[in-house]
């Protein structure tokens, strides 16, 4: 099974979701290298594009080993969305632009942008139509079914979208003011993949290989995209490709095998950042990879302390060997 957004190909149709600080250049190349047929950066502002912010600008590497690579801004005003979009498009190697119309966030949505959009399908038709007609690279959306219950417009945004000249429907199966909570609705993603002729991606709710094969069996969407269930475990990608292709499902990691991963995802953010900065953010990160683990409580509250990698490294090299000796031990 392959994804296919205008002229860009997927070798399948496994997604990493764009997260907010965490779909970083490291990050998102583990993630290709686990198999993921198109990887998403994180959300950017078109206004701190525009005003060249430092942080902002370094947003738009793209290795290219990452691609095919979708990018997305966010913006409420047509004609600064216009002008990151064509940032994006004539000083980049991404190979897709995104608009975001989901994120939840209060600061994102008090600017008119992000899931602010989804009360009104004409500005949808509007901004996406501006950034379609003047750049070169296909357009895309990511977008949820609706601000509230009461507000659940998503098939007549899904085909402002299309109208627009949008190449592809990112659709998370929640409403804004369900932020990340409750259950996604799979129903709505079915309906959206009925109404409009555009590739339709699936997000929300899968958390295994079995939950990815069963969305797109039952709603029929093309693509498949996997969010928190892939943060320190981007085996999730992995073992859903595999599961997608042939029915199996590779074994869940080794503690070390985790720690490798780990390490590596840290050493790539190190050459990106420095390592004060990498170390520091490589908290979350760590705690996600440790996650299941017995006793990684207390190493969680380690690293928090930690500010070199190579301590972070010993930390959690030292607690592998301790669940080792104690399988040996009980073995």
């Known amino acids: 099974m392959m994804l296919q957004i205008e002229n860009i190909k997927m070798k399948n149709p496994v997604v990493l979701a764009p997260m907010a600080g965490v779909c970083n250049p490291a990050f998102r190349l583990i993630a290709k290298e686990f198999g993921s047929g198109l990887v998403c950066a994180e959300m950017i502002s078109d206004k701190a594009i525009l005003h060249k912010n430092e942080k902002s600008l370094r947003m738009l590497y793209v290795d290219e080993r990452e691609k095919p690579l979708s990018l997305q801004i966010f913006g409420g005003d047509k004609d600064s969305l216009l002008g990151a979009a064509q940032v994006v498009d004539e000083q980049t190697n991404a190979d897709i632009i995104d608009i975001n119309m989901g994120c939840p966030v209060p600061k994102v949505t008090k600017c008119d942008a992000g899931a602010r959009w989804l009360l009104d399908p004409d500005k949808i038709y509007e901004m996406v139509a501006v950034v379609a007609r003047n750049v070169q690279k296909p357009v895309t959306v990511k977008m949820r079914t609706g601000w509230d219950d009461d507000h659940v417009y998503v098939l007549e945004n899904a085909q402002a979208v299309e109208a627009a000249g949008g190449k592809a429907v990112s659709v998370h199966g929640r409403t804004r003011y369900q932020m990340y909570e409750g259950l996604a609705d799979w129903d709505l993603l079915r309906q959206v993949k009925e109404t409009v002729n555009i590739p339709v991606i699936g997000n929300g709710d899968v958390n295994t290989p079995q939950d990815a094969k069963r969305m797109l069996d039952t709603t029929g969407v093309d693509g498949v995209m996997i969010g ?104």
């Open 228 to 331: 928190r269930a892939a943060l320190g475990n981007p085996w999730m990608l992995y073992r859903t490709v595999k599961y997608l292709e042939d029915g199996t499902l590779p074994d869940e990691p080794t503690p070390k095998e985790k720690i490798d991963v780990c390490m590596l995802h840290m050493d790539r953010l190190i050459d990106l950042k420095g390592e004060k900065v990498a170390v520091q953010e490589m908290r979350k990160h760590a705690s996600w990879y440790l996650k299941g683990l017995r006793g990684s409580g207390k190493v969680r509250g380690e690293i928090n302390q930690l500010e070199r990698r190579d301590d972070v490294a010993n930390t959690m090299y030292r607690f592998v060997e301790g669940l080792n000796e104690e399988a040996a031990v009980g073995s």
